[in-house]
Nanobody
Framework: QAQLVESGGGLVQPGGSLRLSCAAS????????IGWFRQAPGKEREGVSS????????YYDDSVKGRFTISRDNAKNTVYLQMNSLKPEDTAVYYC??????????????WGQGTQVTVSS
């Protein structure tokens, strides 16, 4: 059964860093586009970053460009989201997803269970 499992969330001070992991089981990640999404309390889920399956092209929402980096380790069947210079407004539940590509929620084929990221002093 195909499954995505996120890890790496937690509490961090403003300006700090976290690395989220998205491990796949039941399918090979590098055959598919993978996206990171987030949902803050009272807000709609939004796309943060994605990486394509064919050439590894990466995409970022303007709100995280220059601070977040998405990458893929095919040997570990895992996608990462390195988050630097974190801000309180980055606080949200972060989800990875198997997608058709891009940052739209409508492109999602399968969601992970999510991991909480809290940025607070």
């Amino acid at each position: 059964q195909a499954q995505l499992v996120e890890s790496g969330g937690g509490l961090v001070q403003p300006g700090g860093s976290l690395r989220l992991s998205c491990a796949a089981s039941g399918f090979t990640l590098d055959y598919y586009a993978i996206g990171w999404f987030r949902q803050a309390p009272g807000k709609e889920r939004e796309g943060v970053s994605s990486i394509s399956s064919n050439d590894g092209s990466t995409y970022y929402d303007d709100s995280v460009k220059g601070r977040f980096t998405i990458s893929r380790d095919n040997a570990k069947n895992t996608v990462y989201l390195q988050m630097n210079s974190l801000k309180p407004e980055d606080t949200a539940v972060y989800y990875c997803a198997h997608t058709y590509g891009g940052l739209g929620v409508s492109s999602v084929i399968q969601w992970g269970q999510g991991t909480q990221v809290t940025v607070s002093s």
